[in-house]
């Protein structure tokens, strides 16, 4: 969560994840005794390296063009991060100065994995904590209006399907 204060006894924070996605506020105060500190991991975004990274997985079907698909996410990722590369480079740069960080490149990239009902492509982008879901809603829209444009391109999800290899096989292994 958020620090909101620091006492002799406890640290208040204001609690963020749990039930509400991407790390925004739940509203509820939530009050850890400072002897927890010396026994429990923490995660902080504030300090060090100022930016996380954050992934967006999008499915489409085996029978779409998922090169392509995952050419406009590329496209789509590159649009709104390049103003974090260059100050993330520096902040990388005096991290590493504290801690042993090797990032070997900062900017966007789409990985391409096989999923049981599709191609999964999924976009990995650095962004700042606080902004990581306004980001992802801001990608997301550009995804669903870029992929609707496209005749070739469908999201995929759970389906059952019949198929039958003598009809649409490959020629090769059709029996």
């Known amino acids: 969560g958020d620090v909101i204060d620091v006492g002799f006894f406890h640290i208040t924070l204001l609690e963020i994840g749990n039930w509400v ?3 925004q506020s739940t509203g509820r105060i939530v009050k850890i005794p400072n002897s927890s500190i010396f026994t429990r991991a923490l995660a902080n975004y504030s300090r060090g390296f100022h930016y996380i990274w954050h992934e967006i997985p999008v499915l489409v079907t085996f029978e779409s063009n ?3 698909a995952k050419h406009i996410l590329m496209d789509i990722a590159n649009r709104y991060t390049p103003q974090f590369s260059a100050e993330a480079e520096d902040r990388v740069r005096e991290a590493s100065l504290r801690f042993m ?10 990985y391409t994995t096989v999923r049981d009902s599709g191609v999964l492509l999924t976009i ?10 306004d980001c992802e809603q ?4 550009d995804v669903l209006r870029a992929f609707a444009a496209e005749d070739d391109i469908d999201f995929a999800y759970p389906t059952t399907r019949l198929y039958r290899n003598p009809e649409e096989g490959k ?3 059709q029996s």
């Open 124 to 133: 990995r982008f650095l962004t700042e904590p606080r902004r990581r879901r």
């Open 138 to 141: 801001t990608i997301w829209e």
């Open 171 to 173: 020629p090769g292994t």
């Open 21 to 23: 996605q991407s790390d």
């Open 101 to 110: 960080l090797f990032h070997p490149t900062l900017t966007p990239t789409v």
């Open 66 to 68: 998922w090169e392509k």
